[in-house]
RNA sequence: GCCGGAAUGGCGGAACUGGUAUACGCGCACGACUCAAAAUCGUGUUCCUUUUGGAUUGAGGGUUCGAUUCCCUCUUCCGGCACCA
């Protein structure tokens, strides 16, 4: 018998598909179409890691199914080429990003093949192309055009270690997400993309697709809707109004003070003259402060009296204004009423600068104590005419009330902020603008696209905050295309989540050079039937484009208003030791290595799928490998033990038991996508193929059909070994063509049961049964087989419950 | 602080709508083959006591004939957000 060695099969049958092009996705297929897309990689010098195989070997299986289950299915793969990981690499190694990117490329490609994942190679791309940027470039366009894409000059998050201006998304802790530098305020004229118009949208459409709630649940914390009302305090003695974002007006009874950000645009014309010394100083260090340090919940809060007093439009009591830096200035009006009888925050700083503490809504069980700040729904008082009612229920009457006097009106805020879509940096798509002394910003005619990057010996990040494309004069310096006289090019560029923002469209039509997608092939596949890859996206990359396919359906250049029907997110595979995989740490483990040391594609990637739940983060062990191994193996020698025996003539039950149970249970886990336990599903078949082989002489027929069932299933888990056998056993043609199994209901129940025997909550026993036994005889028998035991001497049946097939239980005394 | 998820043998994990907890794999032990080892095959493997038995799904309570599963309280860990009014 020939041994399994998977180095002398894996690349034959690997070479063998590529020949014969057996992925390639149909246009116009008339068989249902299936988009299965997982997360496209960036390139980098470093290669992947078993962990990066994990998201492709999920999209594997689910992809060779659906064809096998007769869909016409897109599983695509490309590159995300532009951004920071590719550049440092350049840098680091002295190569141009564009070097850099295609030899990456090569490797990439070479990884994944050598897995053996069904990708459509024939539509790969990658963004940094001048073909397809072009595209990005484009639809930036409209996005200008349509007012979304405006110019500002902000204090944006700059990384001094990466040279760059970062958006909202890209900060955690103040840290810069990919380098862990701290980031600070800089300000620059920047490209902002208008997502906020878009929040609404984003959190109302979660609701029309499947996404976990895990997912959804962030995407809405992110975007952090929250309803209240703008509330008008006038200024006492002075023609001055403040404008504050509350969402409890019910407990405008109780704000003893108006406080407004350090950064609030009336602090200068508020603050008296006997304060300005004190105000003055309070800005400065509170402009001296990092971001981390502002950013402190557990510090102790400061501010500063800034002399003028404002008039509580409830109760007409004058309040003096305050200026303290724990009010932030990007959200709301920049400005908030306080009240210290029920917001912590308020509660703190009113104790510390002494100022007025006015209850004004009690629990309405009244069990409170005065100890803590009640923050909670109940009843109002000291409230004038609102006393005695529910303060959940008061709060819009109050804000009608206001607005009659043109006091107040609702209103609803966002903690989303506009993205940032400038980047100081050489390698990502230059923004298509001009910047003409007369006409302002112009938008590159369509013509002129794409705007290419221009190839440059030096392209290092500066210090200055301008992007090293500006000091290539030849490139900068262009013409008006309005009006022809001497103007600017843009010099900052797109950051790395612009050519992601939209790629998935590009598989649909890839090579098009008349538009990012024809028409009629985006109606054809529509939205992503499935979009797995990872949950450090959620609020990034998933998020921008969700938001950029939502404008498109807007411009009508989509026919979905999702681009992702259902989204899954897959676990990461730490090391052994918990820790992450990190080349810097020398813990990754190659799967190259891996296919190498004579283990192979197939095991690997059962390794990968079987190690945990798809979606749980678990830290990767080598010994699992061994075990997927053996399991191969076995495969291995029970199919040419089959092949090489002469057969016999016996019908077998068992083994249509063992293979219609086998064909269900795998079917139920893929549904579910519960890949672990369909891989356990498969060891225990052959385990218990195993046992009956030894018990009886089967006929050829019945093997050959159980044979042929496990294969077909085991196919998109391990498609090369599964090739090999399907051959062995004498088929012609590929097996990832085969139609997937059916299975026979009345094969999967067995005719003899085992009946559970519980007393007092207890098992004592069990019972063989026909299945459909009635509980009477069921009863009979369980008597019979205790007898032997006491449980049942001297005691009487008070309660007997039977689930049928499964468990009699009775209750003695 | 807020939102989400998790806790089951030595380890990764399984268990359908409440119905025989520990499937499958790893590891380990013993046996077969071998001069020997590796590989392979077989047997066993939750814990305590081993005679009967008893305990056990992070802790404590509750509902139920019956709870890993449902409810309440709490602990720990992971992910996200965080002075967002």
Redesign the pocket.
């Known amino acids: 018998m020939k041994r399994y060695i998977p180095k002398d099969i894996e690349p034959k049958w690997q070479k063998k598909w590529a020949e014969t092009n057996l992925y390639a996705a149909e246009d116009f297929s008339l068989k249902p179409k299936y988009v299965m897309l997982t997360e496209f990689p960036y390139p980098s010098g470093a290669g992947m890691h078993v962990g990066h195989m994990r998201e492709y070997s999920l999209g594997d299986i689910v992809a060779r199914q659906k064809r096998m289950q007769g869909y016409n299915v897109l599983f695509p793969m490309g590159f995300d080429a532009f951004g920071l990981p590719t550049e440092n690499y350049a840098i680091k190694n002295k190569i141009s990003p564009q070097q850099a990117t295609s030899d990456a490329v090569t490797s990439f490609v070479q990884q994944l093949k050598g897995m053996g994942f069904s990708f459509d190679w024939s539509r790969s791309f990658n963004t940094s192309d001048p073909e397809y940027y072009r595209w990005t470039q484009w639809l930036f366009l409209r996005f200008f055009k349509s007012g979304l894409a405006y110019q500002s000059e902000i204090a944006v998050n700059w990384c001094p270690f990466c040279k760059t201006g970062l958006a909202?998304?890209e900060?955690?802790?103040g840290r810069h997400?990919r380098c862990d530098t701290p980031v600070e305020k800089k300000l620059l004229k920047q490209w902002m993309l208008r997502i906020t118009d878009y929040a609404d949208r984003l959190v109302d459409g979660l609701s029309t697709v499947d996404y976990?709630?895990?997912i959804a649940?962030?995407q809405?914390?992110?975007i952090?809707r929250?309803k209240?009302a703008e509330i008008n305090f006038s200024i006492d003695n002075q023609d001055v109004t403040i404008t504050?974002?509350?969402?409890?007006p019910d407990?405008i009874f109780g704000a003893t003070a108006l406080?407004l950000?350090p950064e609030h645009p009336l602090v200068e014309r508020l603050t008296t003259t006997a304060q300005k010394e004190r105000v003055n100083a309070y800005i400065k260090a509170t402009e001296a402060k990092s971001d981390i340090e502002?950013?402190?919940?557990?510090?102790?809060?400061?501010g500063v009296f800034s002399g003028s007093y404002a008039l509580n439009p409830a109760s007409g009591e004058r309040i003096p204004v305050f200026i303290?830096?724990?009010?932030?200035?990007?959200?709301?009006?920049?400005?908030?009423?306080?009240?210290p009888a029920h917001?912590?925050?308020?509660h703190?700083?009113a104790v510390k600068y002494d100022l007025k503490i006015i209850e004004v809504i009690k629990p309405s069980d009244d069990k409170t104590t005065a100890a803590t700040v009640f923050t909670g729904e109940g009843v109002m008082f000291n409230s004038g005419k609102y006393d005695g009612l529910a303060s959940s229920e008061m709060r819009e009457q109050i804000i009608k009330d206001l607005a009659e006097k043109g006091l107040a009106k609702e209103k609803i805020?966002?903690?989303l902020?506009d993205w940032i879509f400038s980047r100081q940096h050489y390698w990502g798509e230059p923004i298509p603008i001009i910047h003409c002394p007369k006409h302002g910003a112009v938008a590159v005619p369509e013509q002129s696209l794409p705007v290419e990057l221009p190839k440059v010996a030096h392209f290092e990040p500066t210090d200055t905050g301008e992007s090293p494309l500006a000091t290539i004069a030849d490139w900068v310096n262009t013409t008006c295309p309005e009006c022809g006289t001497p103007a600017k090019r843009e010099t900052d560029t797109m950051p790395n989540w612009a050519g992601s923002s939209w790629y998935y469209l590009r598989y649909f039509d890839p090579h098009n050079a008349n538009a990012f997608a024809d028409r009629k092939l985006l109606d054809y596949w529509g939205a992503v039937d499935m979009y797995l890859g990872g949950?450090?996206h959620?609020?990034l990359h998933v998020l921008y484009s969700r938001f950029w396919h939502e404008f498109f359906y807007d411009q009508g250049l989509v026919p979905t208003p999702e681009p992702y029907s259902a989204r899954r997110g897959q676990g990461i595979i730490l090391a052994a030791d918990g820790t992450k995989m990190s080349k810097s740490k020398g813990n990754i483990v190659n799967p190259n290595e891996v296919i190498d040391n004579g283990y192979g594609a197939d095991a690997l990637r059962l390794?990968i799928t079987?190690?945990?739940?798809y979606d749980?983060?678990?830290?990767w062990?080598p010994?699992?490998l061994?075990?997927?191994?053996?399991?191969l193996?076995?495969l291995w020698?029970l199919v040419h033990d089959y092949v090489e025996s002469d057969g016999g003539d016996n019908e077998s039950d068992d083994l249509k038991t063992i293979i219609n149970r086998t064909i269900y249970k795998v079917d139920q886990?893929l549904m579910?996508y519960?890949f672990?336990?369909a891989?356990?599903?498969?060891?225990?078949c052959?385990?218990d193929l195993?046992?009956v082989k030894?018990k009886d002489n089967f006929s050829s027929i019945e093997w050959q059909w159980a044979i042929e069932s496990v294969l077909k299933l085991l196919a998109p888990f391990v498609p090369h070994i599964s090739e090999e056998l399907w051959e062995a056993i004498g088929n012609e043609g590929s097996i990832h063509l085969e139609e997937w199994p059916g299975y026979d209901q009345a094969w999967t129940i067995d005719q003899e049961?085992?009946?559970?025997i519980?007393?007092?909550?207890?098992?004592?026993g069990?019972v063989k049964v026909q299945r459909g036994t009635d509980q009477a005889a069921v009863l009979t028998a369980a008597k019979q087989e205790l007898s032997a035991?006491n449980y049942l001497v001297g005691q009487e049946i008070t309660?007997v419950?039977y689930?049928p097939d499964?468990?009699l239980?009775?209750?003695v005394k």
């Not at 303290?324 to 009240?339: E, F, H, K, N």
């Not at 917001?343 to 308020?346: K, L, N, V, Y």
């Not at 749980?616 to 830290?619: A, R, S, Y």
């Open positions: 909202n998304e900060v955690i802790n997400e976990p709630s895990r649940d962030q809405i914390n992110w952090g929250s209240g504050v974002f509350t969402t409890r407990t406080v950000a502002r950013q402190d919940t557990d510090r102790e809060k400061t303290a830096d724990y009010v932030l200035t990007g959200y709301g009006t920049g400005a908030i009423m306080s009240v917001d912590e925050r308020d703190a700083f805020n966002y903690r902020r949950m450090e959620t609020t390794a079987f190690l945990a739940p749980q983060t678990t830290p062990s010994e699992a061994g075990g997927t191994f053996r399991f193996q076995r020698t886990d579910a519960g672990n336990t891989i356990a599903t498969f060891m225990e052959v385990n195993y046992r030894a049961v085992t009946v559970a519980q007393i007092n909550g207890k098992i004592r069990t035991s309660r419950i689930v499964k468990l239980s009775l209750v």
